[in-house]
């Protein structure tokens, strides 16, 4: 059974780091990717992964963050550093079909969300 699951948020104060998870079992084919989240504001992505390994990062956190997919343990791992004010949100992972045509999930699936805080 598919399923997204982020995990690891919590509270950290500016310029420190903060790692989160997201096992995503049954999306090995689909394209996996980071989302975060401030209430009223839209849902927008930090990075993306394709299977093919292209990597596409947000122009806010890049530079800052680090992020990687491991197929083995089917895990989206997202590194926070230098972590900012605005960097605060609910963080989503999500997943979707790209080039591999295995995938089955047209639309976006996500996950349920971890908070991160962080504190000046």
């Known amino acids: 059974q598919a399923q997204l699951v982020e995990s690891g948020g919590g509270s950290v104060q500016a310029g420190g780091s903060l790692e989160l998870s997201c096992v995503a079992r049954?999306?090995?084919?689909?394209?996996l990717a980071w989302y975060r989240q401030t209430p009223g504001q839209e849902r927008k992505f930090v990075v993306k992964?394709?299977?093919?390994?292209?990597?596409i990062w947000d122009e806010s956190v890049k530079g800052r963050f680090n992020a990687s997919r491991d197929n083995i343990k089917d895990t989206l791992w997202l590194q926070l550093n230098e972590a900012k004010t605005e960097d605060t949100a609910t963080y989503y992972c999500?997943?979707?079909?790209?080039?591999?045509?295995?995938?089955?999930?047209?639309?976006?699936?996500w996950g349920q969300g971890t908070q991160v805080t962080v504190s000046a």
């Open positions: 999500a997943a979707w079909r790209g080039f591999d045509r295995l995938c089955p999930y047209i639309h976006n699936r």
């Open positions: 049954g999306f090995s084919h689909c394209v």
């Open positions: 992964f394709y299977t093919d390994g292209a990597i």
